[in-house]
């Protein structure tokens, strides 16, 4: 058996299954859940194989009868599964029975939300720190605790680095040495989703092509706030027309019930000296790797800063792009400290920052993303700019970099680069 690379996620599942009866391991096809769910299980049912399909379909009793923990991977291919643990749970109320890991949500969906039985935990690609680019030395729940940790760390990743990363992406199969082997494995893998993902979700998919036009458009807006008429006027060939609205939103919905998008949504604080904000979500795909792949960009094409324009970003498309690493490694990282991440906007764009790393309590950590290895007045305007606003409300201000060094400006705002930020 291939070794198992220990996973952020580990800790929070670990204690999880520990106090409740059953735990569902959601993400895309190919982020690890069924490795990360399978050191915990004693009895594993891969619903993705017809034999065991067939078995379970004659005799469902056998899923609740096995040694507990039960892993029921790809579960959704059987929705009547979630209801079936759900019951399992009701009458046998004890921690550590089941793991349902799916990486779609059913179009039959379950006729119960399991709430209080059935408790969702959201997997993602590796993050830098799971790749082992480098040893993080700022941690963010320190950075969360508001009591402005000493920042400070060296690292040797470089902005190639970086690009290497971008272009292997976090699929824990799918990380190749060969480039022209890594490039064959993303394009697999979304082929896979068009012909037949989409189908098994009932999906009927009559234009491949288009489909794939709109997902290339969707990736080259990576970082944006575009609006999806745009991402769909974008997606039309020059023979063809447009998409319609309702086409165009059946494939977003069946692509995030198959985790592929993975939008970050917009901050909403509850404090209101801020106002006429914008709601849309920032797009992001799962993983910066497939945006890049679907736009068909290369490490030489990051390097010269060419890519898509589409009049939808300020900078290169290799910024949107490390802005989509970072947005992955945060998400990860505030999972494991029970924050949220969003990225807030003013109306007319004025004032924006990339990500907002939230606490229960409201207060907040702001985070930029720059594309570069020293940081400047320009760089952290924007920081200044919510730290009057929001005063003891932000904890902290961070701008990650691809520079070599941690630190603290004068004015307190970190400067970290991103291969040395970690939990």
């Not at 009793?61 to 399992?88: C, G, H, M, N, Y």
């Not at 745009?230 to 985790?259: C, M």
Request: glycine share 6%.
């Amino acid at each position: 058996m291939e070794s198992y690379t220990n996973r952020i996620v580990d800790d929070e599942f670990r204690q999880l299954l520990d106090a409740l009866p059953a735990l569902s391991l959601e993400g895309a096809k190919g982020v690890g859940k069924t490795s990360t769910a399978s050191q915990r299980a004693r009895t594993i049912f891969q619903l993705d194989n017809p034999a065991t399909m067939a078995a379970i379909e004659a005799d469902p009793r056998r899923l609740i009868e096995a040694s507990k923990p039960v892993l029921i991977d790809e579960w959704q291919r059987l929705p009547t599964t979630w209801d079936l643990v759900r019951r399992a749970v009701d009458a046998r109320n004890r921690p550590g029975q089941f793991i349902l890991a799916g990486s779609a949500t059913p179009s039959a969906k379950p006729t119960h939300s399991g709430a209080g039985r059935i408790t969702r935990v959201r997997m993602r690609p590796l993050t830098l720190l799971e790749r082992g680019v480098a040893t993080p030395t700022v941690s963010l729940k320190s950075l969360l605790s508001g009591t402005h940790p000493s920042i400070n760390g060296e690292t040797s990743c470089s902005l190639k680095c970086y690009v290497d990363e971008i272009l292997r992406g976090g699929f824990p199969g799918m990380r190749h040495d060969s480039e022209r082997a890594q490039r064959a494995a993303l394009d697999g893998y979304i082929e896979r989703i068009v012909d037949s993902d989409l189908p098994e979700l009932g999906i009927s998919v009559r234009n491949p092509n288009a489909v794939m036009r709109w997902l290339r458009a969707y990736g080259a807006a990576t970082s944006t706030v575009t609006s999806l008429e745009k991402i769909s006027l974008a997606s039309a060939s020059g023979e063809s027309p447009p998409p319609t609205k309702p086409t165009t939103q059946s494939y977003r919905e069946a692509l995030e019930r198959l985790w592929l998008l993975d939008a970050v949504p917009a901050w909403t604080p509850s404090v209101n000296h801020l106002k006429r904000l914008s709601l849309g979500p920032k797009h992001h795909l799962v993983d910066p790797a497939l945006a890049a792949r679907l736009v068909g960009v290369n490490r030489e094409a990051l390097l010269n800063g060419e890519g898509p324009t589409a009049n939808v970003r300020e900078g290169t498309f290799l910024g949107a792009l490390f802005e989509s690493l970072a947005t992955l490694s945060v998400r990860v990282f505030a999972q494991d400290s029970e924050a949220k991440v969003s990225h807030f906007r003013t109306w007319q764009g004025e004032h924006e920052i990339d990500l907002i790393v939230s606490r229960g309590d409201q207060r907040v950590v702001a985070v930029e993303c720059k594309l570069t290895a020293s940081v400047n007045e320009d760089d952290v305007r924007q920081l200044v700019w919510l730290k009057s606003k929001l005063g003891d409300n932000l904890l902290d201000s961070v701008i990650l970099t691809t520079g070599p060094s941690a630190y603290r400006r004068p004015d307190g705002i970190a400067v970290v680069p991103l291969s040395l930020l970690g939990p």
